[in-house]
């Protein structure tokens, strides 16, 4: 199978990024889904939870931090949820002393 050059790719998805393409799809693919299960395409209620995880030594200081509730050097993942349990946004911070509720 022949491919673009990488520089076409590159250009490609640089701007499939920018315009936040995934997060549109993501949305979309969402949606319906919910439409599907006979709901709204926008969710009406979310759960939100997350976890502390335990970093790898090749983590760097800056990107991990403490958390002395769970004795957790590493990262805190944090998940939102819809009632039918489609993601609906996720991201990951260091666990530092600042972010603990």
Request: hydrophobic share 35%; with cysteine.
């Amino acid at each position: 199978m022949d491919f673009p050059g990488w520089t076409s790719v590159y250009g490609f998805f640089t701007r499939f990024a920018a315009a936040r393409g995934l997060q549109v799809l993501h949305d979309r693919l969402r949606g319906e889904v919910r439409v599907r299960d006979g709901r709204d395409p926008q969710p009406s209620a979310a759960i939100i939870d997350s976890q502390s995880v335990k970093a790898a030594e090749t983590v760097g200081v800056d990107d991990r931090g403490f958390d002395g509730g769970k004795n957790v050097n590493g990262r805190k993942r944090h998940i939102i949820v819809d009632t039918l349990g489609c993601c609906s946004r996720c991201w990951s911070r260091p666990r530092t002393s600042t972010t603990a509720p």
